[in-house]
């Protein structure tokens, strides 16, 4: 059964409507940056964050009034695609969730454990944020899903294996229709873990805010061609042969453009290393210039890169390198 994207939704730093940010990651436009304050005495971290007006609609929702913004992200990006794909909110019919997370709510989990070490115990209130599953309950709450909703916790490949799984929730009739979604949040926190190891520098990954979602169905303008499992590896120096293990499963066809995962790191030189003997001239996109590293929602907006990419029959890849776990691949395609 052939599996297709009938809608997408993001919002990211550089704004929340599909034309508005693809038109800025098309002209090179970088998202803002600002500095994250933390502990008193410790350096600040910098980050491309989320205009809050952005998720003020959802803010609204009297289930999202004490959620933290991944949450938040996570329905704008949700409810967005929805729409896009032409689904009534209040009757997704036999929809699934498939929710992408690397890093999760890290905002409430700072606060709740500053609070554990200072007071003995943390709020009740902060501790269900806490949680790698929040943004997907959230989401299905206020949907009114109450059949499947899977969490997968991974580096940025972890939005390449909700899209596969989506896809087979879709082939083998579980579902008519199948959202997968990706959110991150930055905090300080999380710029002192990745600058500690390595990966977020004047020269390293730039930490971004940022949700995006797609719908899987079976009818659509964009047919989802193929999404490899990831092959993981286990040190930076066989990242590319993973990513060319991963390029070796996809369908014999040539793409017109590559969607890159390259962020300023390791990554970088192991997608040149597999992709420009395999295409040679290819055209590269760089989204993550733009809008910064939101790792489990990144491989999403390559994806939306891709479709939006293509004005005609052909076919885009977004190829997908983690930072710790994976690589994998994605063909998506307008069918003749």
């Known amino acids: 059964m052939d599996v297709f994207i009938a809608g997408a939704g993001w919002i990211t730093p550089l704004g929340a409507g599909l034309d508005e940010v693809w038109n800025a990651i ?4 970088p998202a803002p940056v600002r500095e994250l304050a933390g502990p008193p005495g410790r350096k600040p971290h910098r980050a491309a964050l989320i205009p809050p007006k952005l998720a003020d609609a959802v803010a609204r929702n009297p289930r999202l009034r004490r959620a933290s ?14 729409r896009d794909a032409g689904l009534d909110p209040a009757q997704p019919g036999r ?3 498939v929710f992408a997370v690397s890093d999760g709510g890290v905002i409430y989990t700072r606060r709740f454990y500053d609070q554990v070490v200072r007071e003995g115990s943390g709020s009740p209130l902060l501790f269900p944020e806490t949680v790698y599953n929040a943004p997907a ?9 109450d059949g499947i909703t899977y969490t997968l916790a991974g580096d940025a490949s972890a939005g390449l294996a ?15 229709h199948c959202i997968v979604a990706g959110a991150e949040e930055a ?25 995006a979602a797609v719908v899987l169905s079976r009818a659509g303008r964009y047919r989802l061609d193929c999404v490899t499992p990831g092959v993981p590896f286990f040190k930076q120096a066989a990242a590319s042969a993973s990513l060319s293990a991963a390029l070796d499963q996809l369908p014999d066809v040539r793409p017109a453009r590559i969607i890159s995962s390259a962020n300023g790191t390791f990554i970088d030189r192991a997608e040149r290393l597999a992709l420009e003997p395999r295409f040679p001239g290819l055209p590269v996109l760089r989204p993550k210039l733009s809008l910064g590293d939101a790792f489990g929602a990144s491989a999403l907006m390559q994806v939306i890169c891709a479709m939006r990419s293509l004005d005609a029959a052909g076919a885009a890849l977004a190829a997908v390198i983690g930072l710790n776990h994976q690589a994998a691949a994605a063909l998506i395609s307008i069918p003749r």
């Open 187 to 211: 905090d300080w926190i999380l710029g002192e873990a990745y600058s500690q190891w390595g990966l977020a520098s004047t020269r390293g990954a730039l930490i971004a805010d940022g949700a």
């Open 26 to 29: 098309a002209a090179g436009t």
């Open 69 to 82: 913004n991944i949450s938040l992200f996570a329905a704008t990006a949700v409810l967005a695609a929805m």
């Open 137 to 145: 309950s959230h989401v299905a709450a206020i949907l009114g899903i």
């Open 95 to 97: 929809c699934a969730i």
């Open 162 to 176: 909700a899209l596969r799984l989506g896809a087979e929730l879709i082939a083998s009739g579980q579902a008519d």
